[in-house]
């Protein structure tokens, strides 16, 4: 007997995934643009919202499309191969509504999520500074300031890390608060070279009451103790929070090397290796071999996240949180893909050639982009293998986020 849930479930799957390539033309038309506004267009996020490519991981109960983790890299690398800033924006602002899912209460997700999850959330976990006291009813943020808040141009609320501190001062962990966007002043401070379009400003905050249902734990979050009780029938809302974090930021970089390859193979037929007698770069040895290296990089990448994916997806739907040898190799999974797909990047556009190096070739904003998720502290390449290095070695983990 056919499950017409299942049915139900994969044709929207396949639905949003045909959504997301049609606007790959959009996204790399504006690309210009993007990098002028060092933000996402407003035409892109109605494109996007409309197409239901913001609720990825948003509860259906509140109108969203609860896809698996699977699923998700496949729209979010989509999305990737068109614009790698849009596919960042989109991959934290999507992650940052399953984290809100997770993290409160049903009093909150109503608020937040009504009017079908059209408010988007951004999120940092840490703060840059914070000074913060527990007051009745909540705590008070007097000053804080949060970097890289992206997809901050387009947020309606804020989900900011802080100490949490007890009635003495005392710090007893670490907490957030999810803050509406008027009680936040978002600076105009992201000027890079790399991903200039993701809108990742800094965040300040000053004298703000933060009500205690307001605010959660991620001390408990990363161990799998989530507020979310009404949602822990669904499956998506079990998943490991840590493992879940780093895996997405992923998705742009997979999106970003498969443009790369693209990009370069429409070209390379009529393409020469100048001051060589090579004619035909095509049917050159070294070609072939640099090329292959560039491919098996993003194919090693791709196996290590959707091998991260199906875990999460595998302990989630068991109804169990990822153990801990889990977690650790999902985050140096993680890292070391993170790694492959910037290297993958980094050879075709030594394949192509001085015209590589034009401000309007595409792949010389591939390239530039594909530098951005390598320095994202969840997944930076050094860190997840120290970590891994330390467990096989029979040491203490240096982090608690695991």
Known sequence: MINKQLVI????????????EALIPNLRERISEVESLRSIPQSTIDEL???????LLTPKKYGGHELNFRQYLDIVSKIGKGCGSTAWVVTLINVAKWIVSVNFTEEVHDVVFKDNAIANVCGVFEARKCEVEKVEGGYLIKEGMWGFASGSNHSDYFFLGFPQVNENGEVEGLRA???????????????????????????????????????????????????????????????????????????????????????????????????????????????????????????????????????????????KFMDFDGRVQARVDCAYANRLNCEAVDIIFSLAGGSAISQSNLL???????????????????????????????????????
């Open 177 to 319: 608060a999810l803050i509406p966007r008027k009680d936040v002043n978002v600076l105009d401070d992201w000027h890079t070279i790399s991903m200039r379009g993701t809108g990742s400003n800094s965040i300040t905050v000053k004298n703000v009451f933060v009500p205690e249902n307001w605010t959660t734990s991620l001390s408990n979050a990363v161990v799998g103790q989530y507020p979310a009780v009404h949602l822990q029938d669904q499956a998506l809302y079990n998943s490991a929070f840590v493992p879940v974090a780093a895996l997405v930021l992923l998705a742009p970089g997979l999106g970003l090397s498969a443009a790369a390859k693209e990009v370069f193979l429409e070209k390379l037929p009529n393409r020469k290796i100048q001051y060589t007698s090579h004619n035909s770069q095509a049917e050159a040895g070294i070609t072939h071999l640099q090329l292959a290296e560039a491919v098996m990089k993003m194919e090693t990448a791709s196996l290590l996240a959707y091998r991260v994916a199906d875990e999460i997806d595998k302990w989630a739907a068991a109804g």
């Open 364 to 402: 010389s904003i591939i390239m530039k982009d594909s530098k951005t998720p390598p320095q994202h502290g969840l997944i930076v390449p050094t860190t997840g293998l120290e970590l891994y290095g330390r467990i096989l070695a029979g040491q203490e983990p240096n982090t608690l986020l695991i």
């Open 9 to 20: 479930e994969s044709t929207n799957f396949e639905g949003l995934l045909e959504k997301a």
């Open 49 to 55: 919202t409309e197409a239901g490519l913001l609720t």
